[in-house]
Nanobody, 118 residues
Framework: QVQLVESGGGLVQPGGSLRLSCAASGSIFGINTMGWYRQAPGKERELVADITRGGRTNYADSVKGRFTISRDNVKNTVYLQMNSLKPEDTAVYYC????????????WGQGTQVTVSS
């Protein structure tokens, strides 16, 4: 089992920045990819960004150039630096960790609210 604890959400004005953190514990030796999904009210959950253990990153088109994902494999923590935030970034952000299984299995955090509003 893997436990994920998120932090860093909150209320920010348009154009502002936030940094989300997600710390993993438990059976972390089998974890490859970590990342973030988000879900806005009335919308489906969508991938925001992910990063492999080796550091390869992937971003949704809507956040490219504004969000940066990074990872500390010693601290077993993944970060999402969010800059130039827009009202449409408002959502609950969920951290996940995926193992090397076949098929891979995703573990989920509890979610953290990000609200972009003036």
């Amino acid at each position: 089992q893997v436990q994920l604890v998120e932090s860093g959400g909150g209320l920010v004005q348009p154009g502002g920045s936030l940094r989300l953190s997600c710390a993993a514990s438990g059976s972390i030796f089998g974890i490859n990819t970590m990342g973030w999904y988000r879900q806005a009210p009335g919308k489906e959950r969508e991938l925001v960004a992910d990063i492999t253990r080796g550091g390869r990153t992937n971003y949704a088109d809507s956040v490219k150039g504004r969000f940066t994902i990074s990872r500390d494999n010693v601290k077993n923590t993944v970060y999402l630096q969010m800059n130039s935030l827009k009202p449409e970034d408002t959502a609950v952000y969920y951290c996940y960790a995926e193992n090397y299984g076949s098929p891979p299995y995703k573990y989920w955090g509890q979610g953290t609210q990000v609200t972009v509003s003036s």
